[in-house]
Protein backbone atom coordinates (compact mmCIF):
# COMPACT_ATOMS: atom_id res chain seq x y z
CA UNK A 1 0.00 0.00 0.00
CA UNK A 2 1.26 3.43 -1.06
CA UNK A 3 0.05 6.75 -1.13
CA UNK A 4 2.12 10.24 -2.00
CA UNK A 5 2.27 13.46 0.81
CA UNK A 6 2.53 16.69 -1.45
CA UNK A 7 4.81 18.82 -1.52
CA UNK A 8 3.85 21.98 0.70
CA UNK A 9 5.71 25.10 1.66
CA UNK A 10 5.32 27.78 4.32
CA UNK A 11 4.94 31.65 3.50
CA UNK A 12 8.26 33.89 3.53
CA UNK A 13 7.99 37.11 4.75
CA UNK A 14 10.55 40.21 2.91
CA UNK A 15 12.62 39.68 5.99
CA UNK A 16 13.12 36.48 5.33
CA UNK A 17 11.04 35.05 8.13
CA UNK A 18 7.88 33.31 8.17
CA UNK A 19 4.62 34.50 9.35
CA UNK A 20 4.89 32.13 12.68
CA UNK A 21 8.31 32.99 12.83
CA UNK A 22 7.51 36.84 13.16
CA UNK A 23 4.86 36.33 15.18
CA UNK A 24 7.12 34.42 17.69
CA UNK A 25 9.31 37.78 18.19
CA UNK A 26 6.14 39.86 18.02
CA UNK A 27 3.42 38.59 19.84
CA UNK A 28 2.96 40.40 23.03
CA UNK A 29 0.88 37.35 24.83
CA UNK A 30 3.44 35.65 27.22
CA UNK A 31 2.28 32.39 27.03
CA UNK A 32 2.00 31.14 23.60
CA UNK A 33 1.18 27.37 21.95
CA UNK A 34 2.72 27.01 18.65
CA UNK A 35 2.13 23.88 16.33
CA UNK A 36 4.07 23.76 12.83
CA UNK A 37 5.15 20.88 10.94
CA UNK A 38 8.42 19.18 10.99
CA UNK A 39 10.95 21.73 9.02
CA UNK A 40 9.49 24.48 9.48
CA UNK A 41 12.52 26.03 11.19
CA UNK A 42 10.20 26.94 14.47
CA UNK A 43 13.55 26.98 16.62
CA UNK A 44 15.14 29.45 13.77
CA UNK A 45 12.90 32.38 15.22
CA UNK A 46 14.91 32.29 18.33
CA UNK A 47 18.33 32.56 16.81
CA UNK A 48 17.20 35.29 15.02
CA UNK A 49 15.96 36.53 18.75
CA UNK A 50 19.75 36.03 20.03
CA UNK A 51 20.97 37.89 17.61
CA UNK A 52 18.63 40.80 18.41
CA UNK A 53 20.54 40.46 21.85
CA UNK A 54 17.98 38.80 23.65
CA UNK A 55 18.96 35.82 26.41
CA UNK A 56 16.75 32.64 25.70
CA UNK A 57 16.21 29.47 27.88
CA UNK A 58 15.43 26.75 25.28
CA UNK A 59 14.48 23.55 27.15
CA UNK A 60 14.69 20.65 24.45
CA UNK A 61 14.06 16.62 25.73
CA UNK A 62 16.98 15.08 24.55
CA UNK A 63 20.76 15.90 25.18
CA UNK A 64 21.22 14.95 21.34
CA UNK A 65 19.01 17.89 20.54
CA UNK A 66 20.55 20.06 22.67
CA UNK A 67 23.73 19.22 21.00
CA UNK A 68 22.46 19.84 17.55
CA UNK A 69 20.83 23.11 18.40
CA UNK A 70 23.67 24.27 20.21
CA UNK A 71 26.41 23.70 17.06
CA UNK A 72 24.18 24.92 14.74
CA UNK A 73 23.21 28.31 16.49
CA UNK A 74 27.09 28.56 16.72
CA UNK A 75 27.79 27.88 13.49
CA UNK A 76 25.37 30.04 12.14
CA UNK A 77 26.39 33.17 14.62
CA UNK A 78 29.93 32.69 12.99
CA UNK A 79 29.35 31.62 9.45
CA UNK A 80 26.34 34.49 9.01
CA UNK A 81 26.55 36.24 11.70
CA UNK A 82 30.01 37.11 11.49
CA UNK A 83 30.62 36.23 15.09
CA UNK A 84 34.17 35.42 16.43
CA UNK A 85 34.07 31.61 17.24
CA UNK A 86 35.17 32.63 21.04
CA UNK A 87 32.35 34.58 21.38
CA UNK A 88 30.16 32.54 19.73
CA UNK A 89 30.66 29.39 22.25
CA UNK A 90 30.50 31.89 25.35
CA UNK A 91 27.30 32.97 23.89
CA UNK A 92 25.42 29.28 23.72
CA UNK A 93 25.96 26.68 26.50
CA UNK A 94 24.40 23.31 27.11
CA UNK A 95 22.77 22.18 30.47
CA UNK A 96 23.03 18.31 30.12
CA UNK A 97 24.59 15.63 31.60
CA UNK A 98 27.01 15.17 28.89
CA UNK A 99 28.22 18.82 29.69
CA UNK A 100 28.25 18.23 33.17
CA UNK A 101 31.03 15.93 32.36
CA UNK A 102 32.84 17.96 30.69
CA UNK A 103 33.01 21.25 33.30
CA UNK A 104 34.10 18.56 35.71
CA UNK A 105 37.21 17.51 33.40
CA UNK A 106 37.57 20.94 33.33
CA UNK A 107 37.96 21.30 37.07
CA UNK A 108 34.55 23.33 37.50
CA UNK A 109 33.34 21.73 40.90
CA UNK A 110 30.31 23.68 41.79
CA UNK A 111 28.68 23.01 39.03
CA UNK A 112 24.85 23.94 40.33
CA UNK A 113 26.56 27.68 41.82
CA UNK A 114 28.54 27.88 38.24
CA UNK A 115 24.99 27.31 36.27
CA UNK A 116 23.03 29.73 38.69
CA UNK A 117 25.49 32.50 37.95
CA UNK A 118 24.87 31.31 33.92
CA UNK A 119 21.01 32.10 34.44
CA UNK A 120 22.49 36.06 34.98
CA UNK A 121 24.74 36.11 32.20
CA UNK A 122 27.32 33.24 30.30
CA UNK A 123 29.43 35.81 29.68
CA UNK A 124 29.36 38.87 31.61
CA UNK A 125 31.78 41.15 30.28
CA UNK A 126 29.85 41.29 26.45
CA UNK A 127 26.71 42.58 25.57
CA UNK A 128 24.22 40.86 23.14
CA UNK A 129 22.16 37.56 22.72
CA UNK A 130 22.54 34.64 24.63
CA UNK A 131 20.75 30.92 24.45
CA UNK A 132 21.27 28.00 27.20
CA UNK A 133 20.22 24.97 25.55
CA UNK A 134 18.85 22.43 28.16
CA UNK A 135 17.03 19.43 29.09
CA UNK A 136 14.34 19.67 31.55
CA UNK A 137 15.99 17.49 34.27
CA UNK A 138 18.98 20.03 34.81
CA UNK A 139 16.54 22.68 35.19
CA UNK A 140 14.37 21.30 37.50
CA UNK A 141 17.44 20.03 39.48
CA UNK A 142 18.43 23.18 39.78
CA UNK A 143 15.12 24.74 41.03
CA UNK A 144 15.41 22.11 43.51
CA UNK A 145 18.73 21.99 44.36
CA UNK A 146 18.67 20.41 47.79
CA UNK A 147 21.72 22.20 49.23
CA UNK A 148 21.79 26.13 48.89
CA UNK A 149 25.12 27.48 47.88
CA UNK A 150 26.69 30.74 50.08
CA UNK A 151 25.87 33.75 48.45
CA UNK A 152 22.95 32.21 45.82
CA UNK A 153 20.63 31.22 48.23
CA UNK A 154 17.63 33.39 46.81
CA UNK A 155 17.97 32.13 43.27
CA UNK A 156 15.10 30.44 42.31
CA UNK A 157 11.85 30.20 39.62
CA UNK A 158 11.52 34.33 39.78
CA UNK A 159 14.99 34.43 38.88
CA UNK A 160 14.60 32.42 35.16
CA UNK A 161 11.50 34.97 35.08
CA UNK A 162 13.51 37.65 35.11
CA UNK A 163 16.76 36.87 33.79
CA UNK A 164 15.49 35.60 30.04
CA UNK A 165 13.78 36.77 27.57
CA UNK A 166 12.12 33.45 26.51
CA UNK A 167 11.51 30.08 27.99
CA UNK A 168 10.69 27.83 24.93
CA UNK A 169 9.85 24.07 25.31
CA UNK A 170 10.72 22.53 22.01
CA UNK A 171 9.17 19.78 20.87
CA UNK A 172 6.67 19.33 23.55
CA UNK A 173 4.46 17.17 21.43
CA UNK A 174 6.95 14.44 22.97
CA UNK A 175 6.21 16.05 26.36
CA UNK A 176 4.99 13.36 29.24
CA UNK A 177 2.64 13.95 31.74
CA UNK A 178 5.39 13.87 34.25
CA UNK A 179 7.13 16.73 32.21
CA UNK A 180 4.44 19.10 32.55
CA UNK A 181 5.60 20.53 35.93
CA UNK A 182 8.53 22.84 34.14
CA UNK A 183 6.14 24.15 31.66
CA UNK A 184 3.01 24.62 34.10
CA UNK A 185 4.90 26.53 36.72
CA UNK A 186 6.29 28.76 34.25
CA UNK A 187 3.16 29.42 32.53
CA UNK A 188 1.11 29.93 35.61
CA UNK A 189 3.38 32.44 37.14
CA UNK A 190 4.02 34.21 33.96
CA UNK A 191 0.45 35.22 33.55
CA UNK A 192 -0.72 35.83 37.26
CA UNK A 193 -1.61 39.42 38.42
CA UNK A 194 1.24 41.25 40.06
CA UNK A 195 1.02 43.97 42.46
CA UNK A 196 2.33 46.69 40.18
CA UNK A 197 -0.28 46.43 38.20
CA UNK A 198 0.94 43.97 35.45
CA UNK A 199 0.37 40.40 34.05
CA UNK A 200 2.71 37.98 35.43
CA UNK A 201 6.27 37.80 37.00
CA UNK A 202 8.89 39.07 34.95
CA UNK A 203 9.41 39.44 31.29
CA UNK A 204 9.96 36.09 29.56
CA UNK A 205 7.40 34.82 27.51
CA UNK A 206 6.57 31.36 27.36
CA UNK A 207 6.70 29.51 24.64
CA UNK A 208 5.77 25.79 23.25
CA UNK A 209 6.81 24.47 20.10
CA UNK A 210 4.92 21.24 18.98
CA UNK A 211 4.78 19.43 15.23
CA UNK A 212 1.19 19.10 16.01
CA UNK A 213 -1.92 20.70 17.18
CA UNK A 214 -2.46 19.43 20.48
CA UNK A 215 -5.33 20.45 23.13
CA UNK A 216 -3.09 21.99 25.92
CA UNK A 217 -5.14 25.10 26.39
CA UNK A 218 -7.61 23.08 28.28
CA UNK A 219 -5.06 22.08 30.94
CA UNK A 220 -3.59 25.41 31.30
CA UNK A 221 -6.86 27.44 31.93
CA UNK A 222 -7.64 23.97 34.51
CA UNK A 223 -4.28 25.67 36.44
CA UNK A 224 -5.59 29.02 36.25
CA UNK A 225 -3.56 30.60 33.22
CA UNK A 226 -6.07 33.51 32.38
CA UNK A 227 -7.66 32.53 28.84
CA UNK A 228 -6.95 36.06 27.35
CA UNK A 229 -3.03 35.45 28.32
CA UNK A 230 -2.63 32.58 25.68
CA UNK A 231 -1.92 32.83 22.09
CA UNK A 232 -2.60 29.74 19.79
CA UNK A 233 -0.25 30.41 16.75
CA UNK A 234 0.26 27.72 13.56
CA UNK A 235 1.89 28.33 10.49
CA UNK A 236 -0.13 27.55 7.62
CA UNK A 237 0.98 25.41 4.77
CA UNK A 238 0.94 26.99 1.36
CA UNK A 239 1.95 25.75 -2.03
CA UNK A 240 4.89 28.06 -2.90
CA UNK A 241 6.76 29.98 -0.50
CA UNK A 242 10.17 28.24 1.52
CA UNK A 243 9.96 24.65 0.49
CA UNK A 244 9.59 21.88 3.75
CA UNK A 245 9.42 19.26 2.09
CA UNK A 246 8.83 17.41 -1.74
CA UNK A 247 6.47 14.48 -3.10
CA UNK A 248 6.78 11.84 -0.40
CA UNK A 249 5.75 8.75 -1.24
CA UNK A 250 4.84 6.75 1.90
CA UNK A 251 4.68 3.09 1.69
CA UNK A 252 3.44 -0.16 3.99
CA UNK A 253 4.87 -2.97 4.01
CA UNK A 254 4.18 -6.25 5.76
CA UNK A 255 7.77 -8.00 6.46
CA UNK A 256 8.75 -9.95 9.51
CA UNK A 257 11.95 -7.88 10.20
CA UNK A 258 14.15 -4.61 8.56
CA UNK A 259 16.47 -7.15 7.32
CA UNK A 260 14.28 -8.16 4.66
CA UNK A 261 13.20 -4.43 4.18
CA UNK A 262 16.52 -3.63 3.01
CA UNK A 263 16.86 -6.53 1.46
CA UNK A 264 14.02 -5.96 -0.62
CA UNK A 265 15.28 -2.11 -1.52
CA UNK A 266 18.98 -2.67 -1.53
CA UNK A 267 19.21 -1.57 -5.20
CA UNK A 268 17.71 1.55 -4.18
CA UNK A 269 19.55 1.46 -1.67
CA UNK A 270 23.20 1.18 -3.21
CA UNK A 271 21.86 3.82 -6.01
CA UNK A 272 20.71 6.37 -3.48
CA UNK A 273 24.35 6.15 -1.88
CA UNK A 274 25.82 6.22 -5.33
CA UNK A 275 24.11 9.83 -6.15
CA UNK A 276 25.93 10.86 -2.28
CA UNK A 277 22.73 10.67 -0.56
CA UNK A 278 21.73 9.13 2.92
CA UNK A 279 19.69 6.43 3.74
CA UNK A 280 18.46 6.19 6.91
CA UNK A 281 17.09 2.82 8.71
CA UNK A 282 15.20 3.47 11.85
CA UNK A 283 14.51 0.34 14.23
CA UNK A 284 11.57 0.40 17.15
CA UNK A 285 13.53 -1.71 19.78
CA UNK A 286 17.23 -1.41 20.69
CA UNK A 287 17.44 -5.25 21.21
CA UNK A 288 16.37 -5.45 17.71
CA UNK A 289 19.07 -3.23 16.21
CA UNK A 290 21.90 -5.38 18.08
CA UNK A 291 20.48 -8.65 16.76
CA UNK A 292 20.62 -7.42 13.17
CA UNK A 293 23.64 -5.19 13.03
CA UNK A 294 26.19 -7.96 11.66
CA UNK A 295 23.60 -8.64 8.89
CA UNK A 296 22.55 -5.00 8.07
CA UNK A 297 26.75 -4.70 7.84
CA UNK A 298 27.11 -7.89 5.65
CA UNK A 299 23.90 -6.64 3.31
CA UNK A 300 25.52 -3.21 2.71
CA UNK A 301 28.85 -3.85 1.86
CA UNK A 302 27.93 -7.03 -0.57
CA UNK A 303 26.21 -4.07 -2.06
CA UNK A 304 29.50 -1.53 -2.44
CA UNK A 305 28.80 0.68 0.40
CA UNK A 306 31.57 0.56 2.81
CA UNK A 307 31.20 -0.35 6.52
CA UNK A 308 33.50 2.84 7.47
CA UNK A 309 30.65 4.89 5.95
CA UNK A 310 27.80 3.53 8.33
CA UNK A 311 26.52 5.14 11.37
CA UNK A 312 24.91 3.38 14.33
CA UNK A 313 23.00 6.22 17.17
CA UNK A 314 21.09 4.97 20.00
CA UNK A 315 20.96 5.84 23.18
CA UNK A 316 23.99 3.33 24.56
CA UNK A 317 26.18 4.33 21.37
CA UNK A 318 25.71 7.69 22.23
CA UNK A 319 26.93 7.77 26.05
CA UNK A 320 30.08 6.96 24.90
CA UNK A 321 33.12 8.56 22.93
CA UNK A 322 33.02 8.23 18.72
CA UNK A 323 34.57 5.04 18.15
CA UNK A 324 34.56 2.16 15.08
CA UNK A 325 33.68 -1.41 15.71
CA UNK A 326 35.09 -4.46 14.82
CA UNK A 327 32.66 -4.58 12.08
CA UNK A 328 33.90 -1.81 10.97
CA UNK A 329 30.78 0.58 11.87
CA UNK A 330 30.81 3.82 14.08
CA UNK A 331 29.35 4.80 17.10
CA UNK A 332 29.67 8.24 19.32
CA UNK A 333 27.99 11.23 20.47
CA UNK A 334 30.13 13.93 18.94
CA UNK A 335 30.08 11.95 15.14
CA UNK A 336 28.95 14.15 12.65
CA UNK A 337 26.20 11.88 10.57
CA UNK A 338 27.11 14.30 7.36
CA UNK A 339 29.84 11.98 7.27
CA UNK A 340 28.23 9.18 6.54
CA UNK A 341 26.08 7.12 3.57
CA UNK A 342 23.96 5.26 5.80
CA UNK A 343 22.88 5.64 9.42
CA UNK A 344 21.28 2.87 11.30
CA UNK A 345 19.00 4.05 14.08
CA UNK A 346 16.15 4.02 17.03
CA UNK A 347 14.52 6.80 18.44
CA UNK A 348 17.31 8.14 19.32
CA UNK A 349 17.23 10.01 15.70
CA UNK A 350 13.81 11.51 15.88
CA UNK A 351 14.94 14.52 17.22
CA UNK A 352 18.41 16.34 17.30
CA UNK A 353 19.81 14.60 14.04
CA UNK A 354 19.22 16.72 10.78
CA UNK A 355 20.53 14.58 7.68
CA UNK A 356 22.36 16.24 4.84
CA UNK A 357 19.95 14.45 2.29
CA UNK A 358 18.26 11.68 3.29
CA UNK A 359 15.49 11.03 0.57
CA UNK A 360 14.93 7.28 1.65
CA UNK A 361 13.95 6.01 5.06
CA UNK A 362 13.52 2.58 5.77
CA UNK A 363 12.00 2.63 8.73
CA UNK A 364 9.71 0.70 11.95
CA UNK A 365 6.43 3.01 12.75
CA UNK A 366 7.49 3.77 16.42
CA UNK A 367 5.94 3.22 19.58
CA UNK A 368 3.64 6.01 19.48
CA UNK A 369 1.99 8.21 16.91
CA UNK A 370 4.23 11.08 17.32
CA UNK A 371 7.29 8.85 16.98
CA UNK A 372 6.23 8.28 13.32
CA UNK A 373 5.77 11.93 12.50
CA UNK A 374 9.08 12.82 13.75
CA UNK A 375 10.86 9.92 11.71
CA UNK A 376 8.54 10.84 8.77
CA UNK A 377 9.97 14.59 9.26
CA UNK A 378 12.97 13.77 8.65
CA UNK A 379 12.93 12.25 4.98
CA UNK A 380 13.05 14.44 2.14
CA UNK A 381 13.62 17.90 3.74
CA UNK A 382 14.36 21.14 1.49
CA UNK A 383 12.02 20.27 -1.10
CA UNK A 384 13.20 17.40 -2.35
CA UNK A 385 11.48 14.29 -3.45
CA UNK A 386 11.73 11.28 -1.43
CA UNK A 387 10.45 7.98 -0.42
CA UNK A 388 9.49 6.65 3.38
CA UNK A 389 9.14 2.98 3.42
CA UNK A 390 7.72 1.67 7.05
CA UNK A 391 7.30 -2.08 7.93
CA UNK A 392 4.62 -2.91 9.79
CA UNK A 393 3.12 -6.83 10.38
CA UNK A 394 0.16 -8.15 12.60
CA UNK A 395 1.50 -7.79 16.05
CA UNK A 396 2.38 -4.57 15.55
CA UNK A 397 -1.25 -3.85 14.37
CA UNK A 398 -2.67 -5.51 17.05
CA UNK A 399 -0.66 -3.48 19.47
CA UNK A 400 -1.34 0.00 18.31
CA UNK A 401 -4.67 1.34 17.79
CA UNK A 402 -3.09 4.49 15.94
CA UNK A 403 -1.07 2.13 13.50
CA UNK A 404 -4.22 0.63 12.95
CA UNK A 405 -6.21 3.44 12.14
CA UNK A 406 -2.90 4.94 10.03
CA UNK A 407 -3.06 1.71 8.07
CA UNK A 408 -6.69 2.07 6.83
CA UNK A 409 -5.96 5.90 5.97
CA UNK A 410 -3.17 4.83 3.99
CA UNK A 411 -5.73 1.62 2.22
CA UNK A 412 -8.55 4.30 1.60
CA UNK A 413 -6.54 6.64 -0.18
CA UNK A 414 -3.92 4.29 -1.76
CA UNK A 415 -2.30 5.73 -5.25
CA UNK A 416 -3.67 9.05 -4.26
CA UNK A 417 -1.91 12.72 -3.51
CA UNK A 418 -2.72 13.63 0.49
CA UNK A 419 -1.55 16.57 2.01
CA UNK A 420 0.98 16.79 4.91
CA UNK A 421 -2.10 18.03 7.18
CA UNK A 422 -3.93 15.13 6.60
CA UNK A 423 -1.29 13.27 7.51
CA UNK A 424 -0.59 15.05 10.78
CA UNK A 425 -4.50 14.71 11.50
CA UNK A 426 -4.56 11.28 11.56
CA UNK A 427 -1.11 10.91 13.56
CA UNK A 428 -2.41 13.43 16.00
CA UNK A 429 -6.08 12.02 16.87
CA UNK A 430 -5.06 9.97 19.78
CA UNK A 431 -2.65 12.40 21.14
CA UNK A 432 -5.09 15.23 20.98
CA UNK A 433 -7.67 12.76 22.92
CA UNK A 434 -5.31 11.95 25.36
CA UNK A 435 -4.99 15.79 26.34
CA UNK A 436 -8.41 16.43 26.06
CA UNK A 437 -10.41 17.44 29.38
CA UNK A 438 -12.24 14.40 29.52
CA UNK A 439 -13.48 14.69 32.95
CA UNK A 440 -13.60 16.77 36.37
CA UNK A 441 -12.44 14.95 38.28
CA UNK A 442 -10.01 15.96 41.24
CA UNK A 443 -8.42 12.28 40.24
CA UNK A 444 -5.98 10.90 38.17
CA UNK A 445 -7.29 9.18 35.46
CA UNK A 446 -6.64 10.90 32.01
CA UNK A 447 -3.49 12.48 30.58
CA UNK A 448 -4.60 15.96 31.11
CA UNK A 449 -5.94 15.61 34.78
CA UNK A 450 -2.03 13.57 35.41
CA UNK A 451 -0.31 16.96 33.75
CA UNK A 452 -3.13 19.14 35.99
CA UNK A 453 -1.43 16.90 39.02
CA UNK A 454 1.92 16.96 38.23
CA UNK A 455 2.16 20.58 37.88
CA UNK A 456 0.76 20.72 41.44
CA UNK A 457 3.27 18.66 42.77
CA UNK A 458 6.46 20.48 41.67
CA UNK A 459 4.20 23.99 43.18
CA UNK A 460 4.34 21.82 46.50
CA UNK A 461 7.96 21.06 45.87
CA UNK A 462 8.44 24.33 45.36
CA UNK A 463 6.53 26.05 48.00
CA UNK A 464 8.91 23.67 50.27
CA UNK A 465 12.00 24.69 48.97
CA UNK A 466 14.70 26.31 51.12
CA UNK A 467 14.72 29.40 48.21
CA UNK A 468 11.25 30.36 48.28
CA UNK A 469 11.61 32.19 51.25
CA UNK A 470 9.20 35.19 52.60
CA UNK A 471 7.44 37.10 50.15
CA UNK A 472 8.90 34.55 47.38
CA UNK A 473 6.81 31.27 49.14
CA UNK A 474 3.78 33.70 49.90
CA UNK A 475 3.41 34.76 46.47
CA UNK A 476 3.64 30.79 45.48
CA UNK A 477 1.27 29.75 47.97
CA UNK A 478 -0.51 32.91 46.77
CA UNK A 479 -0.80 31.53 43.32
CA UNK A 480 -0.95 27.71 43.57
CA UNK A 481 -3.31 26.04 41.40
CA UNK A 482 -6.59 23.53 43.05
CA UNK A 483 -4.38 20.76 42.04
CA UNK A 484 -1.50 21.78 44.44
CA UNK A 485 -3.95 22.95 47.50
CA UNK A 486 -5.47 19.03 46.30
CA UNK A 487 -2.37 17.35 47.00
CA UNK A 488 -1.21 19.42 49.34
CA UNK A 489 -4.10 18.26 51.87
CA UNK A 490 -2.60 14.45 50.48
CA UNK A 491 0.56 15.37 51.53
CA UNK A 492 -0.61 16.12 55.31
CA UNK A 493 -2.67 13.29 55.50
CA UNK A 494 0.52 10.81 55.00
CA UNK A 495 2.48 12.60 57.16
CA UNK A 496 -0.47 11.85 59.86
CA UNK A 497 -0.11 8.19 59.05
CA UNK A 498 4.02 8.55 58.73
CA UNK A 499 3.79 10.07 62.62
CA UNK A 500 1.26 8.04 64.03
CA UNK A 501 3.07 5.53 66.28
CA UNK A 502 0.00 3.16 67.00
Given at each position: ?????????V???????????????E??????????????????????????G??????????????????????????????K??????K??????????????????????????????????????????????????????????????????????D??????????????????????????????????????Y????????????????????????????????????????????????????????????????????????????????????????????????????????????????N??????????S??G??????Q?????S?????????????????????????????N?????????????N?????????????????L?????????N???????????????????????E????????????????????Y???L??????A???????????????????????????????E?
Open positions: MALTIARHCAQLDNGLSPLQQALLEPRRIRLVDAPTGAGKTYAFQQALRNQRILFIVPTRRLAQNIAASLINDLINTADWPEVAERVQIWSSDQTAILREHGVENIRGYRIRQLQALYGTRSGGEMIVAVPEVVSQLLHRRYLDKGQAGASVFDVLDFDHIVFDEFHTIEARGFGLAGLFAKLASVPVETGGAGGSAKVSLLSATPLDVKPVLLKLGVPEVQIAELHEPITQEGRLLHGDVQLVLESLPAMTAVVQQHIERVSEEVAQNRQVVIIYNALADLKRDLSTLVQQLTKAGIPAAKILVISIDDSGDNSQRYFHVGRNNPDDFVLIATASVEMGITFRAANLMLMEPGFAPMFLQRYGRAARRGEGTVIVRTDSTLENRYPWRALCRWIAQADRQMSILELSQVLSQSVQTQFRNDDTLYFGTLSQHAVYTSGLWQALRHKSSKYRRDHLFQHQPASSKHLYQLLQQFAALENDT
